[in-house]
């Protein structure tokens, strides 16, 4: 489906049906980051509602900068729930989908009847330790417009297929972020929301509150670029049940690297909820 939200069309797969479950993916992914988890979550009873994020897949690719601001995209997202008739939602995030994940469950509690946080801990958690920082080097990086495109795209890609291909979709990213603009879309989600400030811990990611919801935080111990503290310490941030599953080998990417495995602790975790 089609939808439209103050300017911005979204495109939106949406099967199922039953309790809603919201998923949403990071970068430099698309709804296609799912696609292992779609038919489990549906074949168990669940009306399964995936978006491209701005500046993803074939959703719409707004120019500005601030378009991709944590603040609005959570708006966005509730519009969607608006114009899909859904009052509450179950909500699974990974990455940067994480990241609005955990702020709609902080922000709009009354939306979110569980959530499942994927490699991204609590915002308010970030970037925390001295490790933690030194694995984020590339999120400053991300902050030069243009260079950051030119060298990300320098000799097919060289740089970029280095950093992502532990992802799987390595030719898909390319394929999608060679369109015009479409990279610097997806970078400007990191300038939206991350400063050299808040290297220092000095970011407003500090205020965002506690979760009240069933949270279940899932990292692999593979993955490079964030830490388990990061996500061990959100249960700090829960204010209701918190469950934490680590994934040994499992890296950043666990929807792919790990599909049957996350599918099961979806099915269960969601399942828990509906009584299925």
Known sequence: RRIELDGVGLNVLEQGEGPAVLLLHGFPD???????????????????IVPDLPGYGQSDAPDEVE???????????????????VERAQVVGHDWGAAVA??????????????????????????????QRRLSWYMLFFQFEG???????????????????SGGDIEQYVSDLSRPGRLTAALNWYRANISAESFAGGDQLSSVPAVQCPTLGIWGTEDPALTEEQMKGSGE????????????????????????RLSELLVEFLGESTGS
Do not use: C, M, N
């Open 30 to 48: 698309s709804a296609r980051l799912w696609r292992h988890q779609v038919p489990p979550l549906v074949e168990s009873g669940l009306r399964v």
């Open 67 to 85: 378009a991709y601001a944590l603040p609005t995209i959570l708006e966005q997202v509730v519009g969607l729930l608006e114009k899909l008739g």
């Open 102 to 131: 955990w702020g709609l469950a902080a922000f709009e509690p009354q939306r979110v009847e569980r959530l499942v946080a994927i490699s991204v801990g609590h915002p308010a958690g970030f970037p925390g330790s001295i490790a």
């Open 147 to 165: 260079v950051a495109e030119e060298a990300l795209q320098r000799d097919d890609w060289r740089l970029f297929r280095e950093a992502f291909a």
């Open 237 to 260: 941030r829960v204010d209701g049940q918190w469950r934490y599953e680590r994934l040994e080998g499992v890296g950043h990417w666990i929807p792919v690297e790990a599909p049957d």
